[in-house]
Nanobody, 125 residues
Framework: HVQLVESGGGSVEAGGSLRLSCSAS????????MAWFRQAPGQEREQVAR???????HYADSVKGRFTIDQDSVNNTLYLRMNGLKPEDTAVYYC????????????????????WGQGTQVTVS
C-alpha cells in the first residue's frame, strides 16, 4: 500500500525559509518520478518542482533559484527546501508520485501522478 505523508508546513514572514518533507511507504521512492505541487485558493494545482527517477530536476520559473527538491534514499523521504519565500508562495503543498511513467509524456500535469499526500499548508505574510 503506497502512502505519502507531508510535513513541515507553517507560517513564515516574507524572506523566510521552510523545508517540507514527504515520507513514503509501500515502495522505493528513488525508482520513480516525484514532484511537489501546490494549490492556492481558487487556483489550479501547479507543479513547482520535479525529480525524475534518473535524478533530473525541473522547477517552475516562479520558484527557480529559491526552491530545491531532493531526496534521502535511505529514509525514503522527499524534501522541498524553500528559501526567499514570498506571499505568493502561500498554498497547500502536496507531494506526488508517478508509478506508471505517465510523467514522461505529461511531466507537469497532475494527472500523470497517481499517488498523493494529504497536503501541508504554507502561509507567507
Amino acid at each position: 500500500h503506497v502512502q505519502l505523508v507531508e510535513s513541515g508546513g507553517g507560517s513564515v514572514e516574507a524572506g523566510g525559509s521552510l523545508r517540507l518533507s514527504c515520507s513514503a511507504s509501500g515502495y522505493t521512492m528513488r525508482n520513480y518520478c516525484m514532484a511537489w505541487f501546490r494549490q492556492a485558493p481558487g487556483q489550479e494545482r501547479e507543479q513547482v518542482a520535479r525529480l525524475s527517477g534518473t535524478g533530473t530536476t525541473h522547477y517552475a520559473d516562479s520558484v527557480k533559484g529559491r526552491f530545491t527538491i531532493d531526496q534521502d534514499s535511505v529514509n525514503n523521504t522527499l524534501y522541498l527546501r524553500m528559501n526567499g519565500l514570498k506571499p505568493e508562495d502561500t498554498a497547500v503543498y502536496y507531494c506526488a508520485a508517478d508509478h506508471n511513467s505517465v510523467s514522461i509524456e505529461l511531466p507537469q500535469s497532475p494527472v500523470a501522478f497517481d499517488s498523493w499526500g494529504q497536503g501541508t499548508q504554507v502561509t507567507v505574510s
